[in-house]
T-cell receptor, first 115, second 113 residues
Framework: DVKVTQSSRYLVKRTGEKVFLECVQDMDHENMFWYRQDPGLGLRLIYFSYDVKMKEKGDIPEGYSVSREKKERFSLILESASTNQTSMYLC??????????????FGEGSRLTVL | ELKVEQNPLFLSMQEGKNYTIYCNYSTTSDRLYWYRQDPGKSLESLFVLLSNGAVKQEGRLMASLDTKARLSTLHITAAVHDLSATYFCAVSHSGGGADGLTFGKGTHLIIQP
């Protein structure tokens, strides 16, 4: 089974703090993604990466950055957390090896509260 | 810009009844995905539909895809309480899926005894 592990299930941070959310997948997937989920808004793509050291902006990248130094690990960074970044953050991965369905496999989520 | 619309967004139904959730999307795509999310949990993949006319069934759930109408449906037959969850449809931005999926806002389904 694909396993996507997010390091922290719950975090509470203060405004202005730097926040790191870590995600590790164990299926040698090429593609990794960060989404945020908010009530009434569904899931929105923040950043994604299709290879080591590669990153692409998603739909809502402002206020975030990412790092992918190793294939299995994709980190989301909030340089200076703000209250409007309080949300559930979901990491996902996928492969473009056969059968190449494009299906995403999600981690358990990290619920971040910024005070 | 790819838009994905689900309806209804909220559905309360009784056990034993049938119902359908609809998913419309705005641009050409031949790949559509259905996910389930339980409260406080992450998303679990239910169905992957990869071509026009694709139909998949698992237990009381059946999903179908009409790429010409840009429409997918998730049909629930003889609903049971365990199917209470939020259901999301999602569409691939590109054929390979390397640049992610766009999700609908989700349908919050409550099934009452």
């Amino acid at each position: 089974d694909v396993k996507v592990t997010q390091s922290s299930r719950y975090l509470v941070k203060r405004t202005g703090e730097k926040v790191f959310l870590e995600c590790v997948q164990d299926m040698d997937h090429e593609n990794m993604f960060w989404y945020r989920q908010d009530p009434g808004l569904g899931l929105r793509l923040i950043y994604f990466s299709y290879d080591v050291k590669m990153k692409e902006k998603g739909d809502i990248p402002e206020g975030y950055s990412v790092s992918r130094e190793k294939k299995e690990r994709f980190s989301l960074i909030l340089e200076s957390a703000s209250t409007n970044q309080t949300s559930m953050y979901l990491c996902a991965s996928s492969s473009y090896r056969a059968p190449n369905t494009g299906e995403l496999f999600f981690g358990e989520g990290s619920r971040l509260t910024v005070l | 810009e790819l838009k994905v619309e689900q309806n209804p967004l909220f559905l309360s139904m009784q056990e034993g009844k049938n119902y359908t959730i609809y998913c419309n999307y705005s641009t050409t795509s031949d790949r559509l995905y259905w996910y389930r999310q339980d409260p406080g949990k992450s998303l679990e993949s239910l169905f992957v539909l990869l071509s026009n006319g694709a139909v998949k069934q698992e237990g009381r759930l059946m999903a179908s895809l009409d790429t010409k109408a840009r429409l997918s449906t998730l049909h629930i037959t003889a609903a049971v309480h365990d199917l209470s969850a939020t259901y999301f449809c999602a569409v691939s931005h590109s054929g390979g899926g390397a640049d992610g999926l766009t999700f609908g806002k989700g349908t919050h389904l409550i099934i009452q005894p």
